[in-house]
């Protein structure tokens, strides 16, 4: 009774200390809304001096240069020449046999070597005008279509923009990939400093994306192998508000000194406010088989600061387990859309990491075992190269280079196996299974309604296996 009169007390406080501190921030303070947001972003890509590059403009950079020229005015020279010569008797010499004419002096052998050069300088340069002109990139200012998660990205200008052992300057283009969306750049023609001043804008996603790749190519190559550098925007480890105007450096081989950066604004918002959360959980309900209840926002705060996620993360799911390594360690673990994550905390010795959903390769059930203690046990196998920062948690990595995690001794794994199992498969844009349901049990069972401790080794509702009643003797337990 104390301990309730305690906290009604300080619950009250609070309440009222709240409510005090709000009225005087709003009278120093505007309150931010959606709308704000939204103009400040429309005034950030208006300050853009956004243009086309014509064709005209396009062919006088690729074939005003002045190699081009000489070579062009010396081929027209020689075709004039030709026109222009008399028709003589040929008088055949030295070697020459069926009707071969060959050149009769030094002059001529290097007026024809300076044709042969030039004729091979011309076909490179068309060459790489045809393939700039093929990618010129018809995405930008192309707008968004459809109601949830829009991505607007404006690319504005690059810097550094050599590849390592590439004779000369590149002709960059760019393209952005998330989702299994891409969206493609103009290409700037023989410029380490180009300037693109370009927005795209991605078509509405029912997810929050969790990742955007940005590679940036040269036109002049293969396109397996023109891949200048590339960089990856994390938008769980980002907080939005540091992406309206960054500078990214890029990753691949660059001549020694070269510090390679693109200049981004990156701006995410949802349309469709606060009821993306509850038609979020309502579709994952409908494919795990069982109501997946709400979180209290209280449990979503601190599963948030657990992980240092962004505020529109939110917890699906939690489960006790075991993350198998040397020794297995006991803790906990979250289920959000974009990410699963494992936490434990044993005598202070806290163990924490997450990785995305779309890095996960594969997921395969162990059979059980003796150190399983005769239950299943799930192996999530990562992307090569990706989950490297979290590799302490993995128990080993195959000889592909992919790291394995191992999860045992869950308290119900089929409840588990089914809930990793959908988020994944709906996650994974590579995956041919995207979007199916997964099989329902024939009574769906209901998860309780009372909240789960975050950070305890409580679970789900267990049953009763083993009760009995023994008899105490009452003056027995007093005189003890």
Request: hydrophobic share 40%; aromatic share 10%.
């Amino acid at each position: 009774m104390l301990k309730g009169m305690i906290e009604n007390g300080t619950r009250q406080g609070l309440r009222e200390g709240y409510a005090q501190f709000t009225e005087v921030l709003s009278k120093k303070i505007k309150v931010a809304e959606l709308g704000d947001a939204k103009s400040s972003k429309d005034k950030m890509l208006a300050s853009l001096q956004t243009h086309e590059q014509s064709n005209w403009k396009l062919v006088s950079r690729f074939l005003g240069s002045f190699a081009f020229i000489f070579s062009f005015t010396v081929a027209v020279y020689g075709i004039a020449h030709l026109g222009l010569v008399k028709p003589s008797k040929m008088v055949h010499g030295g070697l020459e046999y069926f009707g071969i004419d060959l050149p009769d002096s030094v002059g001529e052998v290097v007026f024809c070597a300076l044709l042969i050069l030039q004729g091979r300088n011309i076909f490179k340069v068309g060459q790489r005008f045809l393939q700039a002109w093929r990618k010129r990139g018809s995405d930008h200012g192309v707008k968004a279509h459809g109601d949830g998660w829009l991505l607007t990205v404006a690319l504005i200008e690059g810097s550094g923009i050599v590849g390592a052992g590439t004779p000369g300057l590149a002709d960059p283009y760019v393209v952005f990939m998330c989702n299994g969306k891409r969206k493609t750049s103009s290409v700037k023609f023989q410029t380490s400093e180009p300037k693109w001043n370009e927005i795209f804008e991605f078509d509405a996603m029912d997810d929050p994306p969790s990742r955007l790749d940005v590679v940036v190519h040269d036109s002049d190559g293969l396109p397996d192998d023109n891949a200048i550098g590339r960089t990856e925007i994390n938008f769980v480890k980002n907080n939005l508000s540091d992406l309206d105007d960054t500078w990214l450096p890029l990753d691949g081989r660059f001549a020694q000194g070269s510090e390679p950066k693109l200049h981004l604004r990156i701006f995410l918002n949802n349309s469709r406010g606060t009821e993306v959360v509850m038609n979020y959980l309502e579709k994952m309900g409908k494919e795990v088989g069982k109501k997946m209840p709400l979180r209290s926002s209280q449990t979503n705060s601190s599963f948030r600061k657990l992980f240092s996620l962004p505020p529109e993360e939110f917890l699906i799911d939690d489960f006790t387990c075991h993350l198998k390594r040397k020794m297995p360690l006991q803790g906990r673990l979250f289920l959000s859309p974009r990410i699963i994550g494992f936490y434990s905390n044993i005598f202070g010795r806290k163990t924490k990491f997450f990785f995305l959903w779309e890095d996960i390769d594969d997921i395969q059930v162990v059979p059980p075992s003796l150190s399983t203690v005769g239950s299943p046990s799930l192996m999530i196998i990562l992307q090569k190269d990706r989950g490297l920062e979290v590799r302490h948690g993995a128990k080993t990595q195959d000889p592909q280079g992919r790291l394995r995690f191992h999860f045992q001794t869950f308290v119900s794994f089929n409840d588990a196996h089914r809930v990793i199992m959908a988020l994944w498969k709906t996650r994974s844009s590579g995956l041919e299974q995207k979007g199916e349901t997964t099989d329902k049990e024939p009574e769906p069972k209901q998860l309780p309604n009372e909240e789960v401790s975050l950070l305890g080794n409580e679970d789900v509702k267990m049953s009763e296996v083993y009760s009995a009643v023994l008899s105490v003797d009452v003056g027995l337990a007093l005189s003890q």
